[in-house]
């Protein structure tokens, strides 16, 4: 399948903008066009300068625009009628990929000389006129690279002892660095790391993917750049080829890892909204299996090795929510379940505005259908305790209905319940508080209740 | 344990380390072969920590013989009723109990111990300089009376007891989670155990769980 040509994905696209300039000497030239697409092909014409364009879309105007948002008397104005669409390489300061077409505004070398102006020849002499390289842009005194020069962009300099130099403009790779898996990368990387160009993350064509932009706004898919939605190992992004669905993008590191700065928002008993920022020790699944080690590949093979998810905290076994799911979860030791959610985790907004129920006395008389232990781990039912007259834990049968909470023995720290048989623990005390009733009657202190020594000889072996 | 002295003879055998990386953090009572009890706070990180990251050595009377002595691994860890700041640990085989090692006794629940009663308070930890660092120590302190500890109780109420008040002897850190022992006539009990306060060996009594209070729900812990 021949690709099909597009060009939307070299533009910067501002929804309900656009650019106007009432000082710039050249007027738009306005045509019909049928969509955007269209419109970024035309602005993409060799005979004549284009660096964005407004699109109408009412009408179905393309205003073709000579001009770019740093050319002066330029203005970016909100118009709900038009779609603004900038040419990156009017607009970032890096090189994208091989191809040198650095178009920015930097006027110094990287010995920090200022440049010359192109149309001058007053300090060093030269021939790259704008007149005679129209297609070059040789502006001002800006870095540009006329002659493919390896170097990149360069410029001659005011300095008569240095003729020229290169300007030392980074590749868009270099210019953001990345932290962790790149969940936060902003950048302007716009190309894989085998140099196909993105797809724009607001197109369908050529892969048909589940990232609108729109349904992911906190993960700023803008454009065609590198992104991370999905905690992958690096950003990555759909590719114009239509062989090759995705790739990972080439991204620098940061040198720090800002590992301080990431753990500002972690918690440790409790879950806030995914659990991304769980850092517990919880290491069991809600049943009671030991959750695997994130560094074994047994009983479980799986790709979230800690070393390629280093802000992830994946230590030991404990519960982790690397891959952005629902709620953190874990590999089992059990090889007949592979994953498990550890939802026994309480959420911390629970925590913040408890409802939690509450029992008189001991709660011997609790009624309610609490069914889960204090740390989350579901009850189990009484039934076959019942039955099987476990006179140690029940002194009373009575109300021990399904897997609620009760307290059968009058248990002085309130209702508990069994848990699962293969749970850690096999029972544990539920989530409840003590009413603060003020018709309880008060306790009889220490001085009314008669002391008993702590030496009465009862052999408890 | 500030102020004390090195325990001696086989006097505190009932005394447990409980080592994470094989370091000291805090003290402990063996009160059956395969339990122990102690606190969470100063040496747990969670109530489902990595048990394997752990270990107990009984039988120690200086922590420089750890190393030639048997470490015990722990197969449960059961973290007391809301508030205790208890914890009980379920070793996975039992402690010998001889080579200085042995058992203590709980208290009758509910029971009472009369102020001003020495009881005595057992641990590896900081010394102040006072004493054989990393040995057993031991310090005598009396029982506080109720009035005076409500103080420092704050809500907790009969779930704490204190004892001490001397300045410069009391328990410190690392001794956390170690025994109160109250003794009559040849019978020794364990009444207390130690939880973290600001200052240690300060005139301020240090703050005991009152095992009494949590006896009901120790033996519970044994039968289910």
Known sequence: ?461 | IVGGHEVQGTDGGWVVSIQRKKLHRCGGSLIREDWVLTTYEQCFTSCVPDLKDYSIQVGLRHLNESSNRPRLGISRLICGPEGSNLVMLKLENPAPVSDGASTIHLPVKECHIAEGTNCTMYGWGETKNTGLDEALNSVTMPMVDNEMCSQIKGDAENSRICAGGNIGEGVCERDYGGPLVCQEHQRKVIVGVSIPRTKCASAQPALFVNVAFYSEWIYKVFRL
């Open chain 1, 1 to 461: 399948q021949k690709p099909r040509r597009q060009s939307l994905q070299k533009y910067e696209k501002s929804e309900n903008h656009m650019l106007i300039c009432t000082d710039c000497p050249q007027t738009p030239v306005v045509q019909n066009s049928r969509s955007q697409e269209h419109c970024a092909r035309k602005c993409k014409k060799k005979n004549f300068i284009c660096r964005a364009f407004n699109f109408q879309k009412a009408n179905r105007k393309c205003y073709l625009l000579p001009f770019d948002r740093f050319t002066h008397g330029a203005q970016k104005q909100a118009n709900i009628n038009f779609t603004l669409c900038e040419k990156k390489e009017y607009i970032r300061e890096c090189i994208s990929g091989t191809k040198d077409n650095y178009r920015g505004r930097r006027s110094w070398t990287k010995s920090n000389i200022t440049c010359q102006a192109w149309s001058d020849n007053n300090i060093n002499e030269h021939t790259f006129y704008p007149d005679r390289y129209p297609m070059q842009d040789l502006r001002e005194n800006f870095c540009r690279n006329p002659n493919n020069d390896p170097g990149g962009p360069w410029c001659y300099t005011t300095d008569p002892n240095v003729r020229a130099e290169e300007c030392g403009i980074p590749q868009c790779s270099q210019e953001v660095c990345m932290r962790c898996n790149g969940e936060d990368y902003r950048g302007k990387v716009d190309q894989t790391e085998s140099g196909k160009e993105c797809q724009r993350w607001d197109s369908k064509w050529p892969h048909v993917h589940p990232f609108q932009p729109k349904k992911y706004r906190d993960k700023d898919l803008r454009d065609n750049y590198c992104r991370n939605p999905n905690n992958r190992l690096r950003p990555w992004c759909y590719t114009m080829d239509p062989r090759t669905p995705w790739e990972y993008c080439n991204i620098t590191m940061c040198d720090s890892d800002h590992s301080e700065e990431i753990d500002v928002n972690t918690t440790t008993s409790c879950i806030q909204q995914d659990g991304t920022n769980y850092r517990g020790t919880m290491n069991v699944t809600p049943e009671g299996v030991t959750c695997q080690r994130w560094d074994s590949q047994f009983p479980h093979n799986h790709s979230f090795l800690p070393v390629n998810f280093k802000c992830k905290d994946l230590r030991e076994n404990y519960c982790r929510n690397p891959d952005g799911a629902h709620y953190p979860w874990c590999f089992t030791t059990d090889p007949n379940q592979r994953i498990a959610k550890c939802t026994h985790i309480p959420r911390c907004d629970a925590e913040a505005t408890p409802k939690i129920d509450c029992y008189e006395d001991k709660g011997e008389m609790y009624r309610g259908a609490l069914s889960t232990t204090r740390s989350g781990i579901p009850c189990a039912d009484w039934a076959p305790y019942i039955n099987s007259g476990d006179s140690h834990s029940t002194i009373s049968h009575v109300g021990l209905e399904r897997n609620y909470c009760r307290n059968p023995d009058r248990d002085k720290h309130g209702p508990w319940c069994y848990t699962s048989p293969n749970n850690r623990l096999v029972w544990d005390y539920c989530k409840l508080k003590q009413c603060e009733s003020p018709t309880v009657a008060p306790q009889p202190n220490n001085l009314t209740r008669p002391k008993i020594s702590c030496f009465v000889h009862i052999n408890t072996r």
